[in-house]
């Protein structure tokens, strides 16, 4: 899971990954989890400011109350199982996916789409004409591999 941290003096400067393996150390900053089994581990670290910090909670991360520290500033938080979902359109986590399409006709013209009316969060028909390839994008959270 990424976390992203917001508040005053959290990094003295501003500093990205620049690798695809994010480092444990960002512009000086370290982050530490400590979970409900008291394990610490570094967290690997995407963005640092003084105002906002983004990193990964640590893998083997044990589920229930941990500790994030950076720098001075600790914070207690709760760590979840990871739980997968398909964002919706009402934001309750009911009705109709907060999806979109891409339409494709067979003479190769390109369309896209809500899969719901964003005035009323509820379902909008799609007619699908004879040739054409429709392509389903949904956004969610919690899915891996």
Not at 25 to 37: C, E, I, K, M, N
Not at 40 to 52: G, H
Not at 117 to 124: F, I, R
């Amino acid at each position: 899971m990424i976390v992203a941290v917001f508040g005053t003096g959290l990094a003295t400067g501003t500093a990205m990954a620049t690798t695809l393996v994010w480092p444990t150390t960002l512009g000086g900053l370290q982050v530490s989890v400590t979970d409900a089994r008291g394990v610490q581990r570094a967290a690997p670290l995407y963005y640092v400011s003084p105002t906002q910090v983004m990193f990964l909670v640590p893998a083997g991360t044990a589920a229930g109350a941990a500790t994030v520290v950076m720098g001075a500033t600790r914070i207690a938080v709760d760590v979840a199982a990871v739980a997968p979902r398909i964002y919706t359109a009402n934001q309750a986590g009911t009705r109709v996916a907060a999806g979109t399409f891409l339409r494709v006709t067979a003479a190769g013209a390109r369309s896209d789409g809500y899969l719901f009316d964003p005035a009323t969060a509820l379902a909008a028909g799609v007619p699908i004409a004879t040739g054409d390839q429709v392509y389903l994008i949904l956004y969610g959270t919690g899915l891996r591999g």
